[in-house]
């Protein structure tokens, strides 16, 4: 009888060992790896659904790169990496004509040199940094911009413009991380510049000179009446330094697609 109970007792003993062994060994690992699976499956869905949404834009992709890269070129004749300084006092001294106003002479002041250029690779957009909130931008932007088609029209119509094109490009980089100081790769340039006209000759030579930013940034120092008269005869003085930038960074490199073989 002993022998029994013994066979039986060290059966039991036997599949107990052997069902511990299964739920240590075997069926725990089996079920991390279960919930690893269906986590990087939850992870490639959302992965396929941004890219989807980012994919529904791809007719744009050709139109917006050669607008970018026509834009960059438009630029670079202002901020360029060398100063032309008669020609920059021309352009100003044209402005002060096609506003309407005289000047007693353009004056060149204070130069800022730059410290430390930045480097291109400081602008590329590192993966494991801010892949995920630069592609969140793109989908944004594009969405609300060729969604609508007024707003579009002025990104990508004939009569758009760099300056209309600009509040686009920055939402659509909105999610890059740039360097805190945008200007440390800039070289400052200063025009002081008078100017005397009525208040609406002045008031022109300040839109004008503002609709050339970034590449000149108007900073009005006074604006005063010189005389007593009334209406369009009444005369006023304003006071302007004229910033501009030379671009010292490295210059930006053209997108390159790999070639399929």
């Known amino acids: 009888m002993l022998k029994i109970y013994l066979q039986i007792f060290g059966t039991i003993a036997i599949a107990l060992i052997i069902l511990l062994n299964y739920n240590v060994f075997v069926k725990k690992p089996n079920l991390e790896k279960i919930s690893e699976l269906k986590k990087e499956i939850a992870k490639l869905e959302i ?22 890269s026509q834009d960059y070129a438009n630029v670079r004749v202002f901020v360029t990496p060398d100063f032309d300084e008669p020609q920059y006092m021309h352009r100003v001294q044209k402005l002060v004509d096609l506003s309407g106003c005289t000047t007693n002479g353009i004056v060149v002041s204070k130069i800022t040199n730059v410290a430390k250029p930045f480097e291109y690779d400081e602008f590329k957009t590192k993966p494991k940094e801010n892949l995920e909130a630069s592609v969140k931008s793109f989908i944004t932007t594009m969405d609300k911009y060729a969604g609508n088609p007024g707003n579009w029209q002025n990104i990508v119509g004939e009569t758009g413009t760099y300056s209309s094109r600009l509040p686009f490009y ?58 007593d008269k009334q209406g369009s005869e009444k005369i006023f003085k304003a006071s302007t330094t004229i910033l501009t930038f030379v671009d010292k960074n490295k210059t930006m490199q053209p997108i390159q697609v790999a070639k399929q073989g």
């Open 47 to 68: 992965i396929t659904a941004t890219l989807d949404k980012v994919l529904t834009h791809r007719q744009h992709f050709s139109k917006l790169e050669d607008l970018q």
């Open 170 to 227: 920055m939402e659509i980089g909105a999610g890059k991380k740039y360097p805190p100081n945008m200007v440390k790769g800039f070289e400052i340039h200063r025009i002081k510049v008078n100017v005397m006209g009525n208040y609406t000759s002045v008031k022109k030579f300040l839109h004008l000179i503002s609709q050339n930013r970034p590449f000149m940034q108007p900073v009005l120092h006074s604006f005063i009446p010189v005389n």
